[in-house]
């Protein structure tokens, strides 16, 4: 396969702490080179005020859970901070990933907005999950989402900050994004990590077909 003219892909990885986010990101670009011209990368929301980055950082990148306002006001300020993500996204979008893909370059993401669904805690939101249904419905939608899958007990065993039940429930609430119109597509990460990556860049070549 070689290089050509056409668009790149915009793709975003999901999945629970512990389950190889970083480790796959790292290494799915040596399997697609000769088909996008290079790599582009961004954590949570691509920043529309800086490069993205040309390599995938060791650790990723991590959310840190704040304190999340109960109550009316807190209720408000959750929308008001979604509302404004979505603006963000959107100029990330604009200014930053679709240049980057009339370029024939691979985009990975980490996250994105998802953690809104998956895991509202980590980016203080309070109010109710129809909001963020809706606001999902709204953002510019890569053209594939990775969601990697493994048993939620063997991911629990890498990383212990989440017991089993909320792992299961984080990788129950991924499977939502079908109905909201995003391209999910499960990828087991219980098989060795060089067959993890192998299938995923099959996943984003497959996607570009």
């Not at 840190?64 to 807190?74: K, Q, S």
């Not at 404004?84 to 990933?97: D, E, P, S, T």
């Not at 129809?130 to 899958?149: G, M, N």
């Amino acid at each position: 396969m070689t290089k050509t003219n056409n668009r790149g892909c915009w793709t975003v990885l999901i999945g629970p702490d512990g389950v190889g986010k970083t480790s796959v990101a790292q290494g799915i670009f040596p399997k697609v080179a000769d088909r996008f011209d290079s790599l582009r990368y961004h954590h949570w929301i691509a920043p529309w005020t800086q490069p993205l980055r040309s390599d995938v950082p060791p650790g990723g990148g991590r959310f840190e859970p704040g304190p999340c306002r109960c109550g009316f006001f807190g209720n408000l300020i959750s929308l008001a901070r979604l509302a404004r993500n979505i603006v963000r996204a959107w100029l990330g979008y604009v200014l930053r990933i679709r240049p980057h893909l009339r370029r024939s370059r691979l985009v990975l993401g980490d996250r994105y907005l998802f953690n809104y669904l998956l895991d509202p805690q980590s980016v203080r939101y309070g109010a109710a999950p129809f909001w963020v249904r809706l606001a999902l419905r709204l953002v510019p939608k890569p053209d594939v989402v990775i969601s990697l899958v493994a048993d939620p007990e063997v991911i629990h065993a890498r990383k212990d900050e989440l017991s089993v039940t909320e792992i299961a429930d984080r990788l129950a609430r991924a499977r939502e994004l079908r109905s909201l119109g995003f391209n999910l597509v499960e990828v087991s990460a219980d098989a060795p990590l060089s067959a993890v990556i192998e299938n995923a860049a099959a996943v984003i070549l497959n996607s570009r077909a």
